[in-house]
């Protein structure tokens, strides 16, 4: 592999630009990749350059690294590491790529080099006197079952003696390279043997045979279909049911619920029970029986809105705190975390310790950095108002036990020293968690 560079400055345009169809080219790729991630469209983009300009241009790089907001270095070198880019002129009517590969230098590429040489330049990569031919030799290109072979812009001329390669590069040179048939230049068709065909030769006398077999299979299942119509259908199997008996699972629970379940709800659960047991009237006596015993379960009051007190006026629930903090009744269905199960166990929380929320800042902290934190947690953080590391740091014992006990954590938060941690992160970032925990954070 050569060392690639730029061209000169001499022939390099001042300014570039996509034109016509192009433009919107180019931004269909870039659209294609995440926001964020536009840069992945370089190499896309650079080909689309090479395309209109004929070979990839410094302009070029730089416009597309601006569009793409990369780095001008970056884009150097992506276009200076592929050889696909070529990075000066080219024959403005051919650029004739010779494989040099050993399929097709076994096959007489060298001698096809030489009429590059003759017809266009001694050394490859500069144009001939018109500027309108040029050449190079590059890497197997895909085709050695036809070597040897060049390439011209995006098409293949294979199975090429030298003579045969000087009749095209005059065509192209005269203006009339589409005239030129692609692909082998032999009477082979694509890449069957030159001699015609070795195998299969009996091909359709053996389709027939198949043909026949498959009729005569068909009609056999026809015919056992017809049989199975004529059988009395089985019940089907109920193995693959799932286990319906979780709270969670029972119809009358919505996630979000749209209905407060309070204490008191059992007289309206149970007023609908008719409706709900009426569902079930299609349903097996031990459907019937489980469906029941689900609605029961789901009338009983979750234990945190039982607990959950409304916060005092101008504690925790800054202007707008209908909309940041949702009742605890509401939170565990919304975020899912806090199943039947883990409600289980779940201490009464005392509203009076609940950390104090603020309203969504434009900038908010990485929660997640905190060890123990994953995107459920902080989605729930982020409900109760909890934003920011400085808030977090700031809890107080209570605060901290309230949390705690709101996630159903177990003490984690304690075990875990989530205030230690978010000191550090509010006071320099992740660069002062490693000075203090001499670890990143997970
Ligand atoms: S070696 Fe020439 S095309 Fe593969």
């Keep these: 592999m050569t060392v690639r560079r730029l061209a000169e400055a001499a022939v390099q345009p001042a300014a570039f630009a996509f034109k016509g169809e192009k433009v919107a080219e180019a931004q269909r790729w870039i659209a294609k990749y995440p926001k964020g991630r536009e840069q992945s469209a370089i190499i896309p983009l650079l080909m689309l350059a090479q395309e209109q300009e004929g070979w990839v241009t410094k302009a070029a790089i730089e416009q597309i690294a601006d569009m793409l907001g990369m780095a001008y270095i970056r884009a150097l070198e992506v276009a200076t590491f592929y050889t696909q880019f070529q990075l000066k002129p080219v024959g403005t009517r051919a650029h004739i790529q010779v494989c040099g590969t050993t399929p097709c230098m076994l096959r007489g590429s060298e001698a096809l080099m030489d009429v590059c040489r003759d017809k266009i330049h001694h050394d490859q990569f500069h144009t001939n006197a018109a500027g309108t031919l040029s050449?190079?030799?590059?890497?197997?290109l895909g085709a050695c079952v036809n070597a040897p072979m060049v390439?011209?812009?995006?098409?293949?001329?294979?199975?090429?003696?030298?003579?045969?390669?000087?009749?095209?590069?005059?065509?192209?040179?005269?203006?009339n390279g589409a005239s030129v048939p692609t692909g082998p230049q032999t009477a082979r068709t694509f890449s069957?043997?030159?001699?015609?065909?070795?195998?299969?030769?009996?091909?359709?006398?053996?389709?027939?045979?198949?043909?026949?077999?498959?009729?005569r299979a068909e009609?056999?299942?026809?015919?056992?279909?017809?049989?199975?119509?004529?059988?009395?259908?089985?019940?089907p199997s109920k193995a693959a049911r799932p286990k319906t008996d979780a709270i969670e699972t029972s119809p009358a629970v919505k996630s979000p619920s749209p209905v407060k379940v309070a204490p008191s709800a059992e007289k309206a659960a149970s007023a609908a029970a008719p409706k709900h047991v009426a569902k079930a009237a299609?349903?097996?006596?031990?459907?019937?029986?489980?469906?029941?015993?689900?609605?029961?379960?789901?009338?009983?009051?979750?234990?945190?809105?039982?607990?959950y007190k409304a916060?005092?006026?101008?504690?925790?629930?800054?202007?707008?705190?209908d909309r940041l903090a949702a009742t605890p009744a509401d939170v565990p269905a919304e975020k899912g975390i806090a199943s039947a199960g883990r409600d289980k166990g779940r201490p009464s929380l005392d509203d009076?310790?609940?950390?104090?929320?603020?309203?969504?800042?434009?900038?908010?902290?990485d929660l997640k950095l905190i060890s123990g934190v994953g995107p459920k947690i902080e989605g729930?953080?982020?409900?109760?108002?909890?934003?920011?590391?400085?808030?977090?740091?700031?809890?107080?014992?209570?605060?901290?036990?309230?949390?705690?006990?709101?996630?159903?954590?177990?003490?984690?938060?304690?075990?875990?020293?989530?205030?230690?941690q978010a000191k550090a992160l509010a006071k320099g970032g992740v660069a002062e968690y490693v000075r203090v925990f001499g670890k990143k954070p997970v």
């Design 135 to 140: 050449w190079e030799e590059v890497e197997c």
């Design 151 to 175: 390439m011209i812009f995006k098409d293949t001329y294979e199975d090429l003696t030298p003579e045969r390669l000087a009749e095209i590069i005059d065509a192209f040179e005269a203006g």
């Design 192 to 215: 069957a043997p030159i001699s015609g065909f070795t195998t299969l030769t009996d091909e359709k006398p053996l389709l027939k045979v198949n043909r026949d077999k498959e009729a």
């Design 219 to 235: 009609a056999k299942a026809a015919k056992a279909a017809g049989a199975a119509a004529a059988t009395p259908p089985v019940a």
């Design 282 to 307: 299609n349903a097996t006596a031990a459907e019937a029986e489980q469906a029941v015993r689900q609605r029961k379960a789901a009338a009983k009051p979750v234990e945190p809105a039982a607990a």
């Design 311 to 321: 916060p005092e006026a101008g504690r925790g629930k800054p202007a707008g705190a």
């Design 352 to 365: 009076r310790n609940r950390p104090a929320a603020i309203e969504k800042p434009a900038a908010v902290d």
């Design 380 to 420: 729930i953080l982020h409900s109760l108002g909890i934003y920011t590391f400085a808030q977090i740091a700031g809890w107080k014992k209570a605060e901290r036990e309230w949390v705690d006990g709101y996630l159903n954590f177990k003490g984690r938060i304690e075990r875990d020293d989530w205030v230690r």
